[in-house]
């Protein structure tokens, strides 16, 4: 291909979640809210969408954004750089310290993506594999890459390494570490103390789980202010747009809503590992919003398409040979419906 960088003919390129358009799927494969955004989000989009607000440009650093966010999480907003979604957020911090033929580290089972920001910045990507217990191996064995991403809670696991490992960790790595917490708001705690006390720490969050917006596209990530400002050079200069900012602003307002779907979900979450444990399957305990649920006794990928016949959407993943099936929780009623496709299935196979 004329012109096209090596580096990008040789990759294959990041595959997304299936996103069937199908209105009767119970989607349970990209860890999306099964519960609508906040009622406050759709006042203030309907606030910006005037003439004027959509014919100018937004504000390049979502000031507005940043001081609520800010105000809610208890931090300076200069330390908060706001992205296109989260992922937007990976690739300018990709860019901003990876230099081509650099290094790129992250833990597998893991997040796909990092694989490919490596792979388009020309960089080197190396992995350190989980134990069996999803615990990290110490010391950290690869010290001093340029960046290294942990996501935390992990998917497809579920799982979260405690603060006290975190720091550990932040002191082993070397150069900058990533916290990426698009599913820290399901856990208990989270790691955003460390990028407000260290200078190579960086958290990422995002608005396409918790907060019901992944359509909307918004995610932020939290660093030391002297870099977020150099950060601020890499992005594009007006990476969100008026209503992802007003939406996005309205969502994080609102704690009171948020905390009431957190619930609801965490309910359902233990009620769903728990039906799914009955049925065979290992079910890793979660942090997140979705369980990871392998079994020893039979193959799971037929149980994935059948539940796919039967209009009902899971994440099958398999990482050389380890695979397992990942499950987003969703409503009640669809866990419901979920749970009794399991069943069903699984009385199949038996006769
Ligand atoms: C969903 C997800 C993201 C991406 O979030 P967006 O804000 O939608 O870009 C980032 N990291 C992990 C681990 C995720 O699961």
């Given at each position: 291909m004329i012109g096209v960088r090596p580096n990008i003919l040789a990759m294959s390129g990041y595959i997304p979640g299936e996103q069937l358009n199908d209105p009767d799927i119970i989607k349970l494969n990209t860890n999306e809210n099964p519960y609508p955004p906040s009622p406050r989000v759709f006042e203030a989009v309907q606030a910006a969408l005037t003439c004027d607000k959509l014919r100018k440009y937004p504000q390049p650093l979502g000031n507005t954004f940043r001081r609520a966010a800010g105000q809610v999480l208890g931090i300076d907003p200069d330390s908060i750089l706001i992205g296109n979604g989260s992922d937007d957020i990976l690739t300018i911090l990709t860019r901003t310290f990876v230099p081509e033929g650099g290094r790129i580290v992250s833990p597998t089972p893991s997040y796909i993506l990092y694989r490919s920001l490596a792979e388009i910045q020309g960089a080197q990507f190396e992995t350190v594999r989980f134990g069996d217990d999803w615990t990290l191996p110490r010391p950290w064995p690869k010290p001093g890459a340029d960046l290294t991403f942990l996501p935390n809670p992990n998917s497809p696991s579920g799982t979260a390494l405690t603060v006290t490992e975190l720091d550990r960790m932040v002191g082993e790595v070397g150069g900058m570490l990533v916290l990426d917490e698009a599913y820290a708001d399901f856990c208990d705690w989270n790691g955003l103390a460390l990028a407000t006390t260290y200078r190579n720490v960086i958290v990422t969050r995002s608005f396409s789980k918790a907060y019901s917006l992944a359509g909307i596209r918004f995610g932020f990530a939290v660093a030391p202010p002297e870099l977020v400002r150099e950060l601020l050079k890499v992005k594009d200069s007006y990476n969100c747009d008026v209503l992802s900012l007003a939406a996005a602003t309205a969502a994080i307002e609102d704690q009171e809503y948020f905390h009431s779907v957190r619930a609801k979900i965490l309910a359902t979450r233990e009620r769903m590992r728990l039906a799914l444990q009955d049925f065979g399957f290992a079910v890793t305990p979660s942090h997140s919003n979705f369980l990871w649920c392998r079994r020893t006794?039979?193959?799971?990928k037929p149980i994935y398409e059948e539940l796919k016949r039967r209009k009902m959407l899971v994440r099958y993943m398999n990482y050389d040979g380890y695979d397992g099936l990942r499950i987003s929780v969703g409503t009640d009623r669809e866990i419901d419906a979920l749970l009794r496709g399991i069943h069903e299935i699984l009385e199949l196979v038996k006769t």
């Amino acid at each position: 291909m004329i012109g096209v960088r090596p580096n990008i003919l040789a990759m294959s390129g990041y595959i997304p979640g299936e996103q069937l358009n199908d209105p009767d799927i119970i989607k349970l494969n990209t860890n999306e809210n099964p519960y609508p955004p906040s009622p406050r989000v759709f006042e203030a989009v309907q606030a910006a969408l005037t003439c004027d607000k959509l014919r100018k440009y937004p504000q390049p650093l979502g000031n507005t954004f940043r001081r609520a966010a800010g105000q809610v999480l208890g931090i300076d907003p200069d330390s908060i750089l706001i992205g296109n979604g989260s992922d937007d957020i990976l690739t300018i911090l990709t860019r901003t310290f990876v230099p081509e033929g650099g290094r790129i580290v992250s833990p597998t089972p893991s997040y796909i993506l990092y694989r490919s920001l490596a792979e388009i910045q020309g960089a080197q990507f190396e992995t350190v594999r989980f134990g069996d217990d999803w615990t990290l191996p110490r010391p950290w064995p690869k010290p001093g890459a340029d960046l290294t991403f942990l996501p935390n809670p992990n998917s497809p696991s579920g799982t979260a390494l405690t603060v006290t490992e975190l720091d550990r960790m932040v002191g082993e790595v070397g150069g900058m570490l990533v916290l990426d917490e698009a599913y820290a708001d399901f856990c208990d705690w989270n790691g955003l103390a460390l990028a407000t006390t260290y200078r190579n720490v960086i958290v990422t969050r995002s608005f396409s789980k918790a907060y019901s917006l992944a359509g909307i596209r918004f995610g932020f990530a939290v660093a030391p202010p002297e870099l977020v400002r150099e950060l601020l050079k890499v992005k594009d200069s007006y990476n969100c747009d008026v209503l992802s900012l007003a939406a996005a602003t309205a969502a994080i307002e609102d704690q009171e809503y948020f905390h009431s779907v957190r619930a609801k979900i965490l309910a359902t979450r233990e009620r769903m590992r728990l039906a799914l444990q009955d049925f065979g399957f290992a079910v890793t305990p979660s942090h997140s919003n979705f369980l990871w649920c392998r079994r020893t006794d039979q193959a799971v990928k037929p149980i994935y398409e059948e539940l796919k016949r039967r209009k009902m959407l899971v994440r099958y993943m398999n990482y050389d040979g380890y695979d397992g099936l990942r499950i987003s929780v969703g409503t009640d009623r669809e866990i419901d419906a979920l749970l009794r496709g399991i069943h069903e299935i699984l009385e199949l196979v038996k006769t």
